[in-house]
């Protein structure tokens, strides 16, 4: 117990997001196994861990580096359509679906860092909303890109086209169909791997964020002057934070693209990005496990309200303004730090 | 500060409650088609018998569609068709059926939500979804749950590729174009067409691809291709000019009826005349509020809806009635679908106590039956092969005088 006490913070923090995760899986694991979940519910929980792990990663470049970049789902359609082209091309070579899944999340995290680079290097040399425009402008014209592109395989190997649908197959399977976006995908996304990848996620971002790195983030976000003037090199981490955000959408778009037999690139459009920055704004900024609680409730909302018909959306915008005004009133915070005793010491800290 | 924060959030609050209040009896309100004739009709089956084998079938349809977004539009549309039907097929005594609508937001992911709710719920049939993107996912869950699905508008062929469960009633995409471009050369239009297309659309994307496929084999000369993104649909006098300086006698607009208005009016503003051939998204042109109709005169349009029979001013009456709007093809689609279940679920004994796997094996036999015809709105002796694409006769109407004369 005293061991506990003699934690740190950050430490203590760390422990309860694990344990938030776990727990939360193995509920729902267990009340899966007793067929407790109904469809609608059971048909949520791979999104809800895309989301949760989009949330994660934007976090970790708004909330941890300070940077606004309203691009984000832009490296979830990157790692969404090189995953899907990953799975369905290693369709006949890798017979497991779980090692499959694995290699798409993984080239989908790779493509997502490239894109993260070539983005990042020029992209980060601005500051403030400067930075926020290009971010937009490239989740616009990785869209548009997208929606050009057609591939496909066969047995010579991959094809890929640009703007015309003739990939010159025999007897290939179509992957990417330009507006279509993916088709025909064998669904290999599962819960338990959308489980692991938001522990990797965390794992990777807490640790950088308890880093030395992540020290030297949080002193460019606090102060880039002071940063510069003790040697920090002030793109380089910023590039760091930026680039690990990019790799882990990508691998949530992976696994969001492997859920769905069908996924067009409009979905990744500027709508989905500010989505996920209510995640994160709404969790709270640098708060990781406020950012999956966020993103989990966000998600399953707007599904819980369909006795609303017609007013869903309505009712939607009204609950997200009372949670807003909710989390940030004073009053209640006190409120809750008188309730539990533990909480107060965290409130005043900060 | 304190007390404007509460202040705010009370107000928030109240306005939550309030329309939560509301919502309730409104909700209500909006949806008698669906739920309220549905369970009158089902009384007189229960206490009494008025003969004939379907009697007290009450069958539960699940409905998807974009109900909300911004291509809500075409969802209530469908919706609304298919609600107007149910009136009517429920009037008759008989099999009753029970339609429940979920909102999509024209998406995939939540597509698959609406149709995961709608299995919680019971669903034996589905009906939609409306937009083709949205309906590739859903159709592949369909297919592995065995669920019988009959689309109104989702003209896409990666619905029903590999889906021996999914059916259509409109036409395919890449089949509108190549009709279009057989009209144009049959009726010799022109020779020198230019294209303007919707490159983020699927739709639009389908049919210019079969509209060009099949203008290569019939010497039509597409001079000019191009193409505006979804989000950019005012300012097309970059395409307008292009297609003029390359001497196109023909624009060929696989698009919908708000960016090919704003097409109609820029050429205009510019002097070009041009003459127009559109696809069934032009359908509702005439109602576009604020559009100058003279402007879509000798417009041709490929649409299913035929306005001129008895039985569509019968329908254009009720929808009017019903939504004090004029209805446009996706709701003569969904009136159709609603239709063409009526008659295989005739056919096939389907009754309330069976499972959809079932339901969808049985339909599935009788939908593929070349013995089986349904006449509609969309066309009449619709019949539909195992690829679950619909054969009907095309339809291609001409604007004049600001109303729709069949060629």
């Known amino acids: ?350 | 500060m304190k007390k404007k924060n509460l202040a705010a959030l009370l107000l928030a609050g109240a306005m939550c409650f309030g329309l939560l209040a509301g919502c309730s009896s409104s909700a209500d309100s909006t949806n008698p088609p669906a739920s309220d004739p549905g369970s009158q009709a089902t009384q007189p089956a229960e206490t009494g018998d008025v003969g004939g084998t379907g009697e007290g079938v009450t069958i539960k349809i699940g409905g998807i569609g974009p109900l909300t977004g911004p291509n809500a539009q075409y969802g209530i549309a469908t919706r609304q068709g298919a609600e107007i039907a149910i009136e009517e097929i429920n009037a008759l005594g008989g099999i009753q059926f029970e339609l429940n609508s979920q909102d999509d937001e024209a998406n995939g992911e939540k597509g698959v939500n609406a149709y995961n709710n709608l299995m919680d719920w019971g669903m034996q049939i589905l009906y939609g979804c409306t937009t083709s993107g949205s309906c590739a996912a859903v159709a592949a869950e369909s297919y592995n749950d065995r669920v019988f699905q009959l689309t109104p508008s989702a003209s896409s062929t990666t619905v029903t590729d590999g889906h021996d469960n999914v059916f259509q009633l409109c036409f395919t995409d890449p089949n509108q174009g190549k009709t279009a471009a057989n009209f144009i050369s049959e009726h010799k239009l022109a020779t020198k067409v230019a294209v303007i297309y919707n490159n983020s659309d699927d739709y639009s994307t389908g049919i210019y691809q079969g509209f060009k496929e099949a203008a290569e084999g019939l010497g039509l000369e597409i001079v000019s291709t191009t193409t505006f993104p979804e989000d950019t649909t005012t300012d097309f006098s970059a395409q307008i000019t292009d297609a003029y300086n390359k001497g196109a006698e023909m624009i060929f607009l696989p698009i919908y009826y708000t960016p090919a208005s704003n097409i109609l009016i820029q050429a205009s503003q510019k002097g070009y005349e041009f003459s127009y051939f559109g696809c069934d998204g032009l359908d509702g042109i005439l109602t576009l509020e604020g559009f100058d109709t003279s402007l879509a005169e000798n417009v041709y349009v490929l649409t299913p809806f035929d306005t001129t029979s008895d039985a569509a001013k019968s329908f254009i009456e009720k929808y009017k009635a019903a939504t004090g709007t004029e209805p446009n093809q996706f709701a003569a689609d969904g009136y159709d679908c609603m239709y063409a279940l009526y008659e295989a679920c005739k056919k096939a004994n389907i009754t309330d106590g069976m499972g959809y796997a079932e339901v969808c094996e049985a339909l599935i036999a009788v939908f593929t039956d070349s013995g089986f015809s349904v006449d509609g709105l969309t066309g009449s002796g619709m019949q539909w092969g195992t690829n679950g694409e619909v054969a009907k006769d095309p339809l291609i109407v001409q604007i004049v005088n600001g109303a729709y004369v069949n060629q």
């Open chain 1, 1 to 350: 117990m005293s061991k506990l006490k003699n934690m740190k913070q950050t430490t203590k923090t760390s422990i309860f997001t694990y344990a938030l995760v776990i727990a939360a899986y193995l509920v729902i694991q267990a009340l899966l196994g007793r067929g407790m979940l109904s469809r609608s519910t059971q048909g949520q929980l791979v999104p809800i861990c895309c989301y949760i792990v989009m949330a994660l990663s934007l976090n970790l470049v708004v909330g941890v580096s300070g940077e606004l970049s309203l691009g984000h789902a832009g490296f979830m359609s990157v790692g969404a359509f090189s995953g899907a082209v990953a799975a369905v091309s290693l369709e006949g070579m890798v017979g497991s679906p779980a090692l499959r899944l694995a290699i798409a999340m993984v080239a989908g995290a790779a493509l997502a860092a490239v894109a993260g680079v070539i983005v990042g290097v020029p992209a980060l040399r601005l500051q403030g909303d400067y930075l926020a425009i290009v971010t937009l402008a490239f989740g616009q014209i990785i869209v548009n890109i997208l929606q050009c592109v057609y591939a496909g395989v066969d047995g010579g190997g991959l094809h890929f086209n640009f703007l015309d649908p003739e990939l010159h197959m025999t007897n290939g399977t179509p992957i990417i169909s330009g507006p279509k976006g993916t088709v025909s995908v064998t669904k290999i996304s599962s819960f338990t791997a959308g489980f692991v990848l938001v522990l990797i996620s965390l794992f990777v971002i807490l640790n950088l964020v308890n880093s030395r790195s992540g020290r030297a983030i949080m002193a460019v976000r606090d102060n880039r002057i002071a940063a510069e003037s003790v040697g920090i090199n002030v793109t380089k981490y910023r590039l760091m934070a930026f680039v690990t955000a990019a790799a882990l959408a990508g691998a949530a778009g992976a696994l969001y693209g492997l859920n769905y037999s069908s996924v067009a690139p409009v979905k990744f459009d500027y709508n989905q990005s500010i989505l996920v920055l209510v995640f994160v704004v709404l969790g709270g900024l640098g708060n990781m496990w406020g950012s999956i609680i966020a993103a989990a409730f966000l998600t399953i909302l707007p599904e819980a309200m369909r006795g609303f018909e017609d007013y869903r959306m309505l009712v939607y915008a009204i609950v997200l303004i009372l949670v807003m005004l909710a989390t940030n009133n004073d009053n209640l915070k006190a409120l809750l730090g008188r309730l539990i005793p533990r909480r107060k010491g965290a409130a005043d800290n900060g």
